[in-house]
């Protein structure tokens, strides 16, 4: 999420006419894939992956770590294709295999410097690759209820497209008081509440049409908008520790992926998660109720 809460006058019809065009181009087409599901999502998902991971090793280079694209987009080749076929169990065993794999590339490379090198590689499987892989388990979601998981796929991305502009209007009118000054300067609490507001009620206009209780409504709408705030301070802190002000010139008016992709890295591995064990089954709610029984 790009939600800068001050825009600059000269230009600025044109950077935002630039920025909605992307916008929708990337939007129609992620949503096609979203919608197929199968090979599609898992193509869409490489294709970012790729760049978000190129986009990632050229700010870490700024900061004189040198992090292996090869390892790292191999690693998530082989996760993509453990989600694609529904194999949870295996992702483990890849990722295991995957630090196993880093630490050999250090080992026999051997240039400087091996720590940063290493974490900075595993930290790239896990940021570019693992946590926006869950989009796919998150699609394949179902229950006796909810034949599939497009509707929260669908109420995510909007809680987190309302949160981008909740932030900038709310920011813009009416902020004041600093977010995250050393981060992100342009970011402010009232616009940060006023992104949470929209997110809400995003969600539960979505959570309406796929016949979703309210309150599951409302606390799906406030997780996207705090891990979306979270995903874009983090990728901003990124960026700023390097010395980078855009992760790349990709997208037209957006920046690079990275850029684009942020506030959704975290949003969608906490999404799945909290579906599978809350909304679409019980299970988690029923043992910790248990828990908390057994402890009075």
Not at 198 to 207: K, P
Request: glycine residues 10%.
């Amino acid at each position: 999420m790009n939600n800068t809460e001050e825009e600059q006058t000269g230009g600025g019809l044109n950077k935002n006419a630039t920025r909605m065009l992307t916008g929708f181009v990337m939007g129609t087409i992620a949503m096609s894939c979203i919608i197929y599901g199968k090979l599609a999502i898992v193509l869409m998902l490489l294709f970012i992956i790729f760049v978000a991971s190129k986009e990632y090793v050229k700010i870490l280079e700024n900061k004189g770590f040198f992090p292996s694209l090869k390892v790292m987009f191999l690693a998530q080749l082989i996760i993509a294709a453990a989600a694609y076929f529904q194999r949870f169990d295996l992702v483990t065993v890849a990722l295991t295999f995957s630090v196993i794999g880093t630490f050999m590339w250090v080992l026999f490379r051997g240039r400087q410097p091996y720590i940063a090198n290493a974490a900075t590689t595993v930290l790239g499987i896990l940021y570019c690759g693992w946590f926006p892989l869950h989009l796919i388990f998150l699609r394949n979601l179902s229950s006796e209820r909810f034949n599939d998981g497009l509707g929260f796929v669908v109420l995510m991305f909007t809680a987190v497209l309302a949160t981008d502009i909740g932030c900038y209007y709310a920011g813009r009118h009416l902020g004041k008081h600093k977010l995250a000054p050393v981060v992100s300067p342009n970011k402010t609490i009232e616009g940060s509440i006023g992104g949470a507001c929209a997110a809400v009620v995003g969600a539960l206009v979505i959570g309406y049409f796929i016949n979703l209780e309210w309150y599951f409504s409302v606390m799906l709408g406030l997780l996207c908008t705090v891990f979306g705030q979270i995903g874009d301070l983090c990728e901003s802190l990124i960026k700023r520790d390097a010395g980078v002000k855009d992760s790349g010139h990709s997208l037209p008016g957006h920046g690079g992926f990275l850029d684009r992709t942020d506030s959704f890295i975290l949003t969608i591995p906490v999404m799945y998660y909290f579906c599978k064990h809350v909304v679409f089954s019980n299970e988690l709610l029923a043992d910790l109720i248990t828990f908390f029984r057994g402890l009075f």
